[in-house]
Each structure stands twice: as structure tokens, then as C-alpha cells.
């Protein structure tokens, strides 16, 4: 009779050989086999499966833990040096401070950076000097424009023929005569004797030439023009106009005891 | 005394102290035995054992032929038979 090896039992155990039926048979009749099978199928059953323990919730990291230092190194790109976290906070601090910065400049109006730092700084009541200051820069400036444009129409009736409708110039005229009042208290509010004197030098002129008939005659534009003349007021408004230009370039305000000495 | 009748026994479904005692020696006894086994013995018996995988999924898994995993598998049986056949004789 042929007996079976271990090998065949164990494989018998374990059902990987297919001739079952022939070995169960063959356990029956042989004894030997039988005993060396039952010797085998004690041992194996005392080897029990032992009952997987229940996963904890530190599970996942205790495998990590296990086998983190077993993964390669992985090579991050140049880039992304930039986007770790720290670098990100450091650069949201610096957008956040950049944002408060500008905001802070929008919420307080500067003041001007020529005159401020050194004036307002210094002394109290600075600030309304500077404002002062402005203010003269304007009148002077459009003082200077009224010059020209009252330039301008005296050039036109001097040389206008007699018998010419001049009321054209006539209305530009009185709008001139209104506004030459109001700057002319201007300047003498601001100290610019010299202006305000040619502006009322200017005013009577520009007065008579409104009070002339429209169609005018060639006795009226002479006593127009003796007038004008008389006083030499295109010349001064030419000069006064242009010094006024002048210290408008240079942006400086020109000393109010120099103003007056101008006639 | 005649009158007096048997104490029984409290029905309890936990095993006896002798035989925990007996079931954590065989364990430890295993336990040991599987140490002594090299590891490509103890990873064929393992998955052949208690995962219950057949000798070609077993090969396939370790890399090994049919013949070279079931000697894997025989020499884990014949090292484990060996180490605890004192406890069968106990048992």
C-alpha cells in the first residue's frame, strides 16, 4: 500500500490537492497515515487565529510614525519654496501692512511737501501763513489774466476807426470793470498796493469806455486814448502783468514791502 | 444527611482559570515557535494559515515558483510540529 508524505497531508489540510476523496479514503484503511494526519491536523488547530485587535483612532498615525522614514526623499520644485506656509504668512503681513500704509495715506491728506515740513513744522500758526500764501498765488495769477484781457480790449479800442459799433467791446468791458473791483479789494486785502492801484487806475479807464456811445466818434476815442495814455496804463499793465507772470514761474511769494514800491 | 443535596455548580459562559492559564501558554508557546521561523517561512505559513490564500496567490505575492512556496509552507509546518508537539501531548 502507498502512504502518503507529509508534504501530500499538509496539502491535504489545507485542500490544495485535488484528489481529496482518494486521500480520505486512503486515511481510513491506512493507520499509519491517519495518525501522522491527526498529529498533523492537532498541531495546526492549536496555532488558532488570533483575533485582530480593534483599530484605536491613533491608528493611522501609529502607521505613519512606522513608516514615514522609509519614504524617499521626494524632491519639491524651486517654486514651491515659496508657497511653505511660513513664507506665506510672512507675505500676507507685508500685503496687509502695504494695504494699512496706503490706506492710512488716503484717510490723512498730506500736506505740501515744499512748504509744509519746513513752515508748519517750525512755527505755530504756520499753517494759515501757508494758506495765506496760496491765496495771494491766486490773485496774483488771475490778477495777471485780467491784465491781459484787459490789455487786449484797450488795444482793440485805440486802434478801433471812428464811427465803429463798439458795444461788443463795450459789454466785455463791464464784465472787466466788475471783476476789476473785486480783485482790486482783493489786493488790498493782501497787502499788493501796487496792484490794487493800477486796478483802480484801470477800473476809471475801463468806466469811461462803457459810459462812451457805441457808435463812437473820432473826438471820443481821442479823449479815450489821451487818457489812456495820460497814465500810461497799457504800459503798466503790460509790465505789472508781466512781473505778476513772473512771480508766478517763480513760485515764490514775492515780499509784500517789495509789492509796494511797483507803481 | 441524606437530606442534604448536592451543591451545584454556577453555570458561567467564561472559562475556568486553568484553562486561561493553559490557552496563554500555548499562545506564548506559538508565538515563540513563529519566531524561529525565517521570515519567508513565517510570510508563506501566515498567508497560508491564518489568511487562508492559496500557494499561487501566495507565490505571486512573495515572488516565488509553485514548488518553492509549497517547501516555504512545509518547512514552516515541519519547524512548527516540532515546537509544539509537547503541548499537543498536554492538551
Request: hydrophobic share 40%.
Given at each position: 500500500m502507498k502512504h502518503y508524505t507529509e508534504e501530500d497531508l499538509i496539502l491535504h489540510y489545507y485542500s490544495e490537492r485535488g484528489r481529496r476523496t482518494g486521500i480520505d479514503v486512503h486515511l481510513d484503511q491506512c493507520e499509519t497515515c491517519a495518525a501522522t494526519y491527526r498529529a498533523l491536523t492537532g498541531t495546526l488547530r492549536l496555532i488558532a487565529t488570533p483575533e485582530a485587535p480593534e483599530r484605536g483612532d491613533q491608528y493611522g498615525l501609529e502607521v505613519w510614525q512606522r513608516i514615514r522614514h522609509r519614504l524617499p526623499e521626494q524632491e519639491v520644485p524651486w517654486w514651491s519654496v515659496w508657497f511653505r506656509a511660513d513664507r506665506l504668512a510672512t507675505a500676507g503681513s507685508f500685503a496687509v501692512l502695504l494695504l494699512a500704509a496706503f490706506v492710512a495715506g488716503r484717510w490723512w491728506s498730506s500736506p505740501d511737501p515744499a512748504v509744509a515740513p519746513t513752515l508748519a513744522s517750525t512755527?505755530?500758526?504756520?499753517?494759515?501763513?501757508?494758506?495765506?500764501?496760496?491765496?495771494?498765488?491766486?490773485?496774483?495769477?488771475?490778477?495777471?489774466?485780467?491784465?491781459?484781457?484787459?490789455?487786449?480790449?484797450?488795444?482793440?479800442?485805440?486802434?478801433?476807426?471812428?464811427?465803429?459799433?463798439?458795444?461788443?467791446?463795450?459789454?466785455?468791458v463791464e464784465d472787466l470793470v466788475a471783476t476789476s473791483r473785486l480783485y482790486r479789494q482783493d489786493a488790498v486785502d493782501a497787502g499788493e498796493h501796487s496792484v490794487a492801484l493800477v486796478l483802480d487806475e484801470l477800473e476809471r479807464s475801463l468806466l469811461e469806455i462803457v459810459h462812451t456811445p457805441s457808435r463812437v466818434t473820432a473826438s471820443n476815442l481821442e479823449e479815450i486814448r489821451r487818457r489812456i495814455d495820460a497814465a500810461s496804463l497799457l504800459f503798466k499793465v503790460r509790465v505789472l502783468g508781466d512781473e505778476l507772470r513772473q512771480r508766478e514761474r517763480l513760485d515764490t511769494p514775492r515780499p509784500r514791502a517789495r509789492a509796494t514800491q511797483t507803481s | 444527611m441524606d437530606d442534604i443535596a448536592p451543591l451545584e455548580q454556577p453555570h458561567t459562559e467564561s472559562p475556568d482559570p486553568e484553562r486561561l492559564a493553559?490557552?496563554?501558554?500555548?499562545?506564548?508557546?506559538?508565538?515563540?515557535?513563529?519566531?524561529?521561523?525565517?521570515?519567508?517561512?513565517?510570510?508563506?505559513?501566515?498567508?497560508?494559515?491564518?489568511?487562508?490564500?492559496?500557494?499561487?496567490?501566495?507565490?505571486?505575492?512573495?515572488?516565488?515558483?509553485?514548488?518553492?512556496?509549497?517547501?516555504?509552507?512545509?518547512?514552516?509546518?515541519?519547524?512548527?510540529?516540532?515546537?509544539?508537539?509537547?503541548?499537543?501531548?498536554?492538551?
Amino acid at each position: 500500500m502507498k502512504h502518503y508524505t507529509e508534504e501530500d497531508l499538509i496539502l491535504h489540510y489545507y485542500s490544495e490537492r485535488g484528489r481529496r476523496t482518494g486521500i480520505d479514503v486512503h486515511l481510513d484503511q491506512c493507520e499509519t497515515c491517519a495518525a501522522t494526519y491527526r498529529a498533523l491536523t492537532g498541531t495546526l488547530r492549536l496555532i488558532a487565529t488570533p483575533e485582530a485587535p480593534e483599530r484605536g483612532d491613533q491608528y493611522g498615525l501609529e502607521v505613519w510614525q512606522r513608516i514615514r522614514h522609509r519614504l524617499p526623499e521626494q524632491e519639491v520644485p524651486w517654486w514651491s519654496v515659496w508657497f511653505r506656509a511660513d513664507r506665506l504668512a510672512t507675505a500676507g503681513s507685508f500685503a496687509v501692512l502695504l494695504l494699512a500704509a496706503f490706506v492710512a495715506g488716503r484717510w490723512w491728506s498730506s500736506p505740501d511737501p515744499a512748504v509744509a515740513p519746513t513752515l508748519a513744522s517750525t512755527k505755530p500758526g504756520a499753517a494759515a501763513a501757508v494758506t495765506d500764501d496760496a491765496r495771494q498765488r491766486i490773485l496774483l495769477t488771475s490778477v495777471a489774466d485780467h491784465f491781459d484781457r484787459s490789455e487786449r480790449v484797450l488795444t482793440d479800442i485805440m486802434n478801433a476807426p471812428a464811427g465803429e459799433d463798439i458795444s461788443a467791446e463795450q459789454r466785455w468791458v463791464e464784465d472787466l470793470v466788475a471783476t476789476s473791483r473785486l480783485y482790486r479789494q482783493d489786493a488790498v486785502d493782501a497787502g499788493e498796493h501796487s496792484v490794487a492801484l493800477v486796478l483802480d487806475e484801470l477800473e476809471r479807464s475801463l468806466l469811461e469806455i462803457v459810459h462812451t456811445p457805441s457808435r463812437v466818434t473820432a473826438s471820443n476815442l481821442e479823449e479815450i486814448r489821451r487818457r489812456i495814455d495820460a497814465a500810461s496804463l497799457l504800459f503798466k499793465v503790460r509790465v505789472l502783468g508781466d512781473e505778476l507772470r513772473q512771480r508766478e514761474r517763480l513760485d515764490t511769494p514775492r515780499p509784500r514791502a517789495r509789492a509796494t514800491q511797483t507803481s | 444527611m441524606d437530606d442534604i443535596a448536592p451543591l451545584e455548580q454556577p453555570h458561567t459562559e467564561s472559562p475556568d482559570p486553568e484553562r486561561l492559564a493553559e490557552s496563554a501558554h500555548i499562545q506564548r508557546s506559538v508565538a515563540t515557535a513563529m519566531a524561529d521561523l525565517t521570515p519567508l517561512e513565517r510570510a508563506a505559513f501566515t498567508l497560508r494559515h491564518y489568511e487562508g490564500r492559496s500557494i499561487a496567490e501566495i507565490g505571486k505575492t512573495l515572488g516565488l515558483g509553485a514548488s518553492a512556496t509549497k517547501h516555504s509552507v512545509f518547512r514552516a509546518v515541519r519547524k512548527l510540529r516540532t515546537a509544539l508537539e509537547p503541548l499537543r501531548g498536554e492538551s
